[in-house]
């Protein structure tokens, strides 16, 4: 399934590049605007970050490095300050996310994502091929602009999608065995 459209969006994808370790605490954070994530087919262990789910960039950042010149109709330069911006809502969170074919474990779904207004803006989720990832499909899915999700390859512990995944809006795609 191609989850992750890296077209014009602030997006990595670092899918078989051999990276190894534990999967980053505060990559969010630390990649402000990151909105696609891609690591694909590398040798990542341990478990899915709970702060993952606060994917939130905040409101605002810094843009520019210096100031931006302008030219007036007076053919004069006119700087403007360095200055946080303010980004829109549709970039404040992660939109996609895969980490197919790791060796993740622990919970299937963490409790922090699956809480009230945690990454919002997710419209794609790709946890296939991680067979150590655990756990039962929630209730109901807390993403409303989901639009396909793919736990193929993983431990779920439940027989049937919750009848509520069916009448979610936006979802168009369930993978899950």
């Known amino acids: 399934m191609p989850f992750l459209p890296c077209q014009r969006k602030p997006c990595r994808q670092l899918a078989r590049s051999a ?7 505060g990559i969010f954070k630390a ?7 891609g690591l694909d087919m590398n040798d990542l262990t341990g478990t ?33 300050p360095e200055a946080p911006i303010t980004l829109p809502p549709h970039l404040q969170s992660v939109e ?5 074919g790791n060796r993740l474990s622990g919970p299937l779904l963490p409790a922090a994502w699956l809480a009230p207004g945690a990454m919002p803006h997710l ?14 499909l929630p209730a109901s899915l807390p993403w409303p ?4 999700i793919s736990l193929a390859g993983t431990q779920v512990e439940s027989s049937a999608i919750p009848a509520s995944w069916c009448s979610a809006p936006n979802v168009a795609v369930f993978s899950i065995m």
């Open 96 to 100: 996609g996310l895969s980490v197919r």
């Open 145 to 148: 602009a989901l639009t396909g």
């Open 123 to 136: 419209k794609y989720l790709t946890l296939d091929d991680n067979a150590a990832l655990t756990g039962p």
């Open 31 to 37: 990649h402000l605007g990151l909105e696609i994530l």
């Open 48 to 80: 899915l970050p709970a702060d993952w789910a606060a994917s939130q960039v905040g409101s605002s950042f810094q843009w520019c490095k210096r100031p931006v010149h302008l030219a007036t109709p007076s053919a004069k330069r006119a700087s403007l």
């Open 19 to 25: 990276l190894t370790g534990s999967l980053p605490e």
